[in-house]
């Protein structure tokens, strides 16, 4: 079982907090409720209800602490005493998932226990129980040529994150006989459009704070192996700027580290492209393995004598919050999951999906129930040696290209027929890895598992119909009624001005 990431660190949310966009429109059903309910907590109810009537754009008013989320989310589930909550994964056999035909029947979970129902929606990150289920998915990114996207695959020309100083790659500057520095990939670039298994980089969303009552200071891990920097320390040397915590506007003077601030920040290419397919031992291995990373680091740019004393005096103002994860020593307990699988179904979301209709973007989808306001997003996937050099590979973010709004389709969250008719996933829909860095974002998934849940009712009520002949005429009506923004046409669009094209 996989817990939610606004739980585990992420704080500063994805919420008007770009210059181009303002998206706050868009959020709705129970994304909207989470916010009011985390809003009432910290006694500011009153100014987000001001932000939204008056369609102001304040980043802060969306932002929270994860200690708080995780109390808000509890104290919820709490209303509805008769909802049983079972924590438990699938058992680890490929058997773990019955059927009868294209119905799936029944899974057995890890303690023992074996749930039978109606229907099942996947609303996991990895996407485990699609695959053994029978349904199509897909890992890692398609090529330029599957769905005609430019932005996919092998990136020719990542600029984002991108390394802007030369940093050697190898043990022995100079000799590629001396093998490769750590967090260097020895793969070839490959030919940019190519696809790959690679992922976007996952990261922890780490607070930390500068308040001095709720800070355990910043500590060396078990395991900690200062070769491990040598490639930070070599960008310093050749000129590069390392970064420093940032306060967002998270109550309590918290930063939220997302993994992208820098060049070299805890974005980790290359450790995580094992996590989807991988067991639940193989999965602690890597947990432990990228914790070990990630405190080693933040200790690295508190106390190695490599970083300018100047940003050591800044990272080690901060330390891990004493209120945040204390069953883990106030580190987050899970990994920022930004992709692992994809469902493949009849309908897909794809780049095209993406861009705007004056720049070829495909016509707005019949069938939506809900809006992806956020543009294609996928982090760094590889750290590999391009002309004798080090460089990030893989990051699409602020490129030009004229992304919009668009309504997330039903189709996209229905498998292909033969496959299942009683499956939907509302977290590893039908989509391209360009097209899921626009789903991807956590209030447009509580979006989506709404839209399931109501999909399953009406499913339910009507005869037990497969998920794909639900009505879209009643789903978009329940939806409505439940406060769903559907129409893009309420919520604007993008101002690339502000970005210089």
């Not at 709705?28 to 009537?53: M, N």
């Not at 769903?484 to 502000?498: E, I, M, T, Y």
């Amino acid at each position: 079982m996989t817990r939610g990431i606004q739980v585990e660190g992420l704080g500063s949310t994805d919420i008007d907090n770009q210059a181009e966009l303002k998206n706050s429109p868009s959020i709705c059903g129970h994304g909207l409720e989470l916010h009011q309910r985390l809003s009432k907590y910290y006694g500011r109810l009153d100014e987000l209800e001001d932000v939204l009537a008056k369609g102001l754009k304040r980043p802060e008013v969306w932002k929270f602490e994860s200690c708080v989320a995780e109390k808000v989310i509890k104290d919820w589930l709490d209303e509805y005493p008769a909802l049983t909550i079972i924590k438990s994964s699938l058992v680890e056999d490929e058997d773990a998932v019955q059927k009868e035909g294209n119905i799936v029947t029944s899974c057995k979970l890890a303690n023992g226990q074996v749930i039978y129902a109606k229907y099942f929606i996947e609303a996991s990150y990895e996407g485990d129980f699609l695959p053994l289920a029978g349904i199509s998915t897909i890992i890692g990114r398609e090529s330029s040529s599957t769905y005609n996207e430019s932005l996919a695959g092998i990136r020719a020309d990542t600029r984002y994150t991108q390394f802007d100083v030369p940093v050697d790659p190898y043990v022995i500057p100079g000799d590629p006989s001396s093998g490769l520095i750590f967090g260097i990939s020895p793969e070839p670039f490959g030919e940019p459009g190519s696809g790959d298994e690679h992922l976007a980089g996952y990261s922890y969303r780490l607070p930390l704070t500068d308040v001095e009552s709720n800070k355990l200071p910043l500590y060396k891990p078990l395991g900690y192996n200062p070769a491990h920097y040598e490639l930070h320390r070599r960008y310093l040397r050749t000129g590069g700027k390392l970064y420093t915590p940032r306060l967002r506007g998270i109550p309590k003077n918290k930063t939220d580290l997302i993994g992208s601030e820098a060049v070299l920040a805890t974005d980790l290419l290359g450790m995580n492209d094992d996590w989807p397919k991988a067991s639940s031992q193989e999965r602690q291995r890597i947990l432990e393995e990228t914790a070990t990373f990630t405190k080693g680091l933040i200790w690295f740019f508190a106390n190695d004598e490599s970083v300018p004393a100047d940003m050591r005096n800044e990272w080690s103002r901060f330390g891990y919050c004493l209120d945040e994860f204390p069953d883990n020593n106030h580190f987050p307990r899970q990994l920022y999951i930004r992709d692992a699988r994809r469902m493949v179904s009849d309908y897909v979301i794809t780049q095209h999906t993406a861009t705007d209709r004056d720049h070829g973007g495909d016509e707005e989808d019949p069938y939506p129930v809900a809006v992806a306001y956020w543009p294609t997003d996928t982090h760094c996937a590889r750290r590999i040696v391009r002309n004798s050099l080090a460089h990030n590979e893989g990051f699409v973010f602020k490129e030009k290209h004229h992304w919009r709004p668009f309504g997330i389709s039903y189709r996209a969250l229905v498998p292909k027929r033969n496959e299942a008719v009683n499956v939907l996933t509302a977290t590893c829909p039908s989509s391209s890895h360009v097209g899921y860095g626009a789903v991807r974002i956590e209030h447009q998934f509580y979006e989506l598992g709404q839209a399931c849940a109501n999909a399953c009712d009406i499913a339910l009520v009507r005869g037990n119909l497969a998920v794909q002949d639900v009505p879209y005429h009643v789903l978009r009506e329940q939806l409505l009624k439940q406060g769903a923004v559907l129409d893009v046409g309420l919520v604007g669009k993008p101002d690339f001005s502000v970005l210089g094209f």
